[in-house]
C-alpha cells in the first residue's frame, strides 16, 4: 500500500518490488489480485497516468511504448491508451524541437541530423520527425 500511496504502479513493478524486498512469490501474488480486484491497483490507470506525464515531456510514441514494455506493461493496452490519448503527434514532435533549438530553420545539414536525433531518442517516428525539421515559423 505505500507503494501505491506514491503513484501508480504497474503490477508487474509491484511484483519486481516486492521480490526485491524478500516477500515470498505466492503471497505477493494473492495480495496484487486483491488490490487490483478492489480497483486499488490499475494496470490501466497506470498506463494512462504514464503516458500523459510522458506526453507533458515532450516524449513520442516510441519512446512511450519502449518504457511501457519494459514495465511489462501488455503491448495492446499501450496502443489502445495511446491512441485513446489522441495526441497530434506531428504536433508535439514540432514543439518539442522549438523548445529545444528555437523556431529558425537548421541551415547546416549537420544541425539538421542533430535536431532530428534530438527527435529520434526523444520517440517520435520518422515521418513526425521530418516533419518536424521541415516546417517552421518564421
Known amino acids: 500500500m505505500d507503494l501505491l500511496a506514491r503513484r501508480e504502479h504497474a503490477r508487474a513493478e509491484l511484483e519486481r518490488k516486492l521480490a526485491l524486498a524478500g516477500f515470498d512469490a505466492d503471497v505477493t501474488a494473492d495480495v496484487l489480485q486483491r488490490l487490483a480486484d478492489e480497483g486499488l491497483q490499475s494496470d490501466r490507470r497506470f498506463v494512462e497516468s504514464f503516458v500523459q506525464s510522458r506526453i507533458n515531456q515532450g516524449k ?56 532530428m ?15 518536424a525539421v521541415s516546417s517552421f515559423e518564421d
Open 117 to 131: 536525433r534530438f527527435l529520434q531518442y526523444r520517440g517520435f517516428e520518422p515521418d513526425q520527425i521530418q516533419a
Open 60 to 115: 513520442g510514441p516510441l519512446r512511450i511504448h519502449a518504457d511501457l514494455g519494459q514495465r511489462g506493461i501488455a503491448t495492446g493496452l499501450i496502443d489502445e491508451i495511446l491512441e485513446a490519448a489522441g495526441e497530434d503527434w506531428y504536433a508535439l514532435a514540432k514543439e518539442t524541437r522549438a523548445k529545444k533549438f528555437g523556431r529558425s530553420r537548421p541551415v547546416e545539414f549537420p544541425e539538421k541530423a542533430r535536431q
